[in-house]
């Protein structure tokens, strides 16, 4: 007997997820990873942003092309879907309506879809058919601004607060909770995760520190921002940083003992005492490298670690242990994430499958799918086969 688990907690769920770029086909990747059987459609030409093996926001996927502005195309993606649980698309609003694709017209084939639905802005509200990248989602929500040093410009964050943290993340709670609810009423729904809703979320703690008087609405001078000099990066002597987050009373007396200051910890959040401190602290810092420092602080209660680049991130012990990244087909990348008790082993996450060639699975999927004459799509320039 075929043990699920090995297949992951999601195994038998169906997705169809319409290609676009980013937090969409995050959103699909972290369901594929879950162990979802993710069926990526595909443009004609549009492979997305590199060679397909090394896409690996596609990993775990299937994908057919269809080009959508051909009826027969159409039917056979609803039909796709009335063997489905969950439809993705990251165009702006009304767009799969026009192509006869919206909710409607799935629900009409099968009406326990879940109809997921990404974007920066939302299905509505005065910027919804605006353009923008995730830079301008967080600038609305007060996070990019939250983002930087004192006295100085707001720093990016990459894409990792908007497109992924505010946008795929709130994705893939919606489908799961709109999921739970379709098997307790028989009906989908539309899933609206916004990217400007969900970093908003994300800041929830923060509006409570700001509400309560514990942060200030500028960069770098709170807690969690760099402004406390126990909650900070530091360069070390050949040029490397260490990040510091003492924040904890014990933990920032253990930092004090460990880097041998004679500071008194009652002064610890005195804020007139901070400047001297992290003068203090990153004098101290700078005086040896970054090796000697991370051989002091490793499986200390300091709270202090390497800051460590994207290549040299796998070779750290902790990181190579867990295989939290590992290389699949000869490709850095990041393992399945969270883990589950069920997995066989759960210290080891199952493998994803590499990135499909755009069009791999067109035939074998459209035939299984019911779809009449896959053959004649084909031919007729409907559907592309790899």
């Given at each position: 007997?075929?043990?699920?688990?090995?297949?992951?907690?999601?195994?038998?769920?169906?997705?169809?997820?319409?290609?676009?770029?980013?937090?969409?086909?995050?959103?699909?990747?972290?369901?594929?990873?879950?162990?979802?059987?993710?069926?990526?459609?595909?443009?004609?030409?549009?492979?997305?942003?590199?060679?397909?093996?090394?896409?690996?926001?596609?990993?775990?996927?299937?994908?057919?092309?269809?080009?959508?502005?051909?009826?027969?195309?159409?039917?056979?993606?609803?039909?796709?879907?009335?063997?489905?649980?969950?439809?993705?698309?990251?165009y702006r609003p009304g767009v799969t309506e026009r192509l006869?694709?919206?909710?409607?017209?799935?629900?009409?084939?099968?009406?326990?879809?879940?109809?997921?639905?990404?974007?920066?802005?939302?299905?509505?509200?005065?910027?919804?058919?605006?353009?923008?990248?995730?830079i301008d989602y967080i600038s609305l929500t007060g996070a990019?601004?939250?983002?930087?040093?004192?006295?100085?410009?707001?720093?990016?964050?990459?894409?990792?607060?908007?497109?992924?943290?505010?946008?795929?993340?709130?994705?893939?709670?919606?489908?799961?909770?709109?999921?739970?609810?379709?098997?307790?009423?028989?009906?989908?729904?539309?899933?609206?995760?916004?990217?400007?809703?969900?970093?908003?979320?994300?800041?929830?703690?923060?509006?409570?520190?700001?509400?309560?008087?514990?942060?200030?609405?500028?960069?770098?001078?709170?807690?969690?921002?760099?402004?406390?000099?126990?909650?900070?990066?530091?360069?070390?002597?050949?040029?490397?940083?260490?990040?510091?987050?003492?924040?904890?009373?014990?933990?920032?007396?253990?930092?004090?003992?460990?880097?041998?200051?004679?500071?008194?910890?009652?002064?610890?959040?005195?804020?007139?005492?901070?400047?001297?401190?992290?003068?203090?602290?990153?004098?101290?810092?700078?005086?040896?490298?970054?090796?000697?420092?991370?051989?002091?602080?490793?499986?200390?209660?300091?709270?202090?670690?390497?800051?460590?680049?994207?290549?040299?991130?796998?070779?750290?012990?902790?990181?190579?242990?867990?295989?939290?990244?590992?290389?699949?087909?000869?490709?850095?990348?990041?393992?399945?994430?969270?883990?589950?008790?069920?997995?066989?082993?759960?210290?080891?996450?199952?493998?994803?499958?590499?990135?499909?060639?755009?069009?791999?699975?067109?035939?074998?999927?459209?035939?299984?799918a019911g779809v009449a004459d896959p053959g004649r799509l084909?031919?007729?320039?409907?559907?592309?086969?790899?």
């Amino acid at each position: 007997m075929t043990d699920p688990y090995a297949q992951g907690p999601l195994a038998g769920l169906k997705v169809i997820e319409l290609a676009g770029i980013g937090p969409g086909p995050f959103a699909a990747m972290t369901l594929a990873d879950l162990g979802a059987d993710v069926i990526r459609v595909d443009r004609p030409g549009g492979s997305g942003p590199g060679a397909p093996a090394i896409n690996l926001i596609n990993r775990g996927k299937r994908s057919v092309i269809l080009d959508l502005k051909r009826p027969p195309a159409i039917d056979a993606l609803l039909t796709l879907v009335a063997s489905a649980d969950v439809l993705i698309e990251g165009y702006r609003p009304g767009v799969t309506e026009r192509l006869g694709v919206g909710p409607d017209a799935c629900w009409a084939r099968n009406p326990r879809l879940v109809y997921g639905r990404m974007t920066g802005w939302g299905q509505s509200g005065p910027l919804a058919h605006a353009a923008g990248h995730d830079i301008d989602y967080i600038s609305l929500t007060g996070a990019l601004h939250a983002i930087g040093e004192a006295g100085g410009p707001p720093q990016i964050p990459i894409n990792l607060l908007g497109d992924f943290g505010g946008g795929s993340t709130y994705l893939v709670i919606g489908i799961l909770a709109a999921l739970r609810e379709a098997d307790r009423t028989g009906r989908g729904q539309v899933v609206d995760a916004a990217i400007v809703d969900g970093a908003a979320h994300l800041l929830t703690a923060v509006h409570a520190l700001l509400a309560g008087g514990r942060w200030t609405d500028e960069r770098g001078v709170n807690l969690l921002d760099g402004g406390a000099p126990y909650y900070s990066v530091y360069a070390t002597a050949d040029g490397r940083h260490m990040s510091v987050g003492a924040i904890e009373p014990k933990f920032y007396a253990e930092l004090l003992r460990l880097l041998d200051l004679d500071e008194d910890p009652a002064l610890q959040n005195d804020r007139e005492h901070w400047p001297a401190l992290r003068k203090r602290l990153a004098a101290t810092f700078a005086a040896r490298p970054m090796a000697e420092w991370t051989r002091l602080f490793d499986g200390t209660d300091a709270c202090v670690a390497p800051v460590l680049s994207l290549r040299e991130a796998p070779t750290h012990p902790h990181i190579s242990d867990r295989g939290t990244l590992a290389e699949v087909d000869g490709v850095l990348q990041p393992a399945p994430a969270p883990r589950f008790s069920g997995a066989r082993p759960a210290a080891a996450p199952r493998a994803p499958s590499p990135p499909p060639t755009p069009g791999e699975h067109t035939l074998e999927v459209l035939t299984a799918a019911g779809v009449a004459d896959p053959g004649r799509l084909v031919a007729d320039g409907a559907a592309i086969q790899a």
